[in-house]
C-alpha cells in the first residue's frame, strides 16, 4: 500500500484547505483511514478516522471545522479543514489499516500545512 498526501501549504488564520490522501495497491473501500499531524516538538495526535463502513471520528479539537470524506472510487481519503488556527500548524499525515485490521499500519510521507499571518 502506497499512501500520498496532497494540499498543505500556507494559509493566514480563518482559511480553508483540503488535504487528501491517494492509496494505491490494494482495495482500499475494505481500509480504515486516518488523518493524524504532529506539530513542531509536539507527539503525533490523532485528527481524525474513516472506516470501511462509512463511519468517520473527529477529535475535539476540529469538531465543527474539519470534516473527513473518502471517495472509495477514487481511492481517496480528504480532510476538508475550515477556519485554520495557527494551532493547527503541524505536518499532516494519512495512515492506513487494511485487512487484516491491526496487522499492519501504512502511513504517508506527510503534507505541511502553516497557519500564520
Known amino acids: 500500500v502506497q499512501l500520498v498526501e496532497s494540499g498543505g501549504g500556507l494559509v493566514q488564520p480563518g482559511d480553508s484547505l483540503r488535504l487528501s490522501c491517494a492509496a494505491s495497491g490494494r482495495t482500499f473501500s475494505s481500509f480504515h483511514m486516518g488523518w493524524f499531524r504532529q506539530a513542531p516538538g509536539k507527539e503525533y495526535e490523532l485528527v481524525g478516522r474513516s472506516w470501511s463502513s462509512g463511519r468517520t471520528y473527529l477529535a475535539d479539537f476540529v469538531k465543527g471545522r474539519f470534516t473527513i470524506a473518502r471517495d472509495n472510487a477514487k481511492n481517496t481519503v480528504y480532510l476538508q479543514m475550515n477556519i485554520l488556527k495557527p494551532e493547527d500548524t503541524a505536518v499532516y499525515f494519512c495512515?492506513?489499516?487494511?485487512?487484516?485490521?491491526?496487522?499492519?499500519?501504512?502511513w504517508g510521507q506527510g503534507t505541511q500545512v502553516t497557519v500564520s499571518s
Open positions: 495512515a492506513a489499516d487494511p485487512p487484516p485490521y491491526g496487522s499492519r499500519t501504512y
